[in-house]
């Protein structure tokens, strides 16, 4: 089964931190493009990082740049979202999206990340 699976979200207090993961089954990561979004209550879905599949290189929203790193690890088949500094405004869930060169695309079931005193 091909499938994309997110977790490590959690309730954290501003300033803190957290990774989240998107581990894949049944397919290759490292041949995709892998992208992070996040929907916030009321909102719409919005992009906050991307790794691509050629050369690992990132692209970062403005609002998490310097705070959020993305990476990925494929001998675990997974990509990570490392979030540090974490604002009440970052509280969404977040998804993975991975995407290769033809028609292929996937998407995660997403993992809620909650920022909060």
């Known amino acids: 089964q091909l499938q994309l699976v997110e977790s490590g979200g959690g309730l954290v207090q501003p300033g803190g931190s957290l990774r989240l993961s998107c581990a894949a089954s049944g397919f290759t990561l490292d041949y995709y493009t892998v992208g992070w979004f996040r929907q916030a209550p009321g909102k719409a879905r919005e992009g906050v990082s991307c790794?691509?599949?050629?050369?690992?290189?990132?692209v970062y929203a403005d609002d998490v740049k310097g705070r959020f790193t993305i990476s990925r690890d494929n001998a675990k088949n997974t990509v990570y979202l490392q979030m540090t500094s974490l604002k009440p405004e970052d509280t969404a869930v977040y998804f993975c999206?991975?995407?290769?060169?033809?028609?292929?695309?996937?998407w995660g079931q997403g993992t809620q990340v909650t920022v909060s005193s």
């Open positions: 790794i691509s599949a050629s050369d690992d290189s990132t």
């Open positions: 999206n991975a995407r290769d060169s033809g028609p292929n695309v996937y």
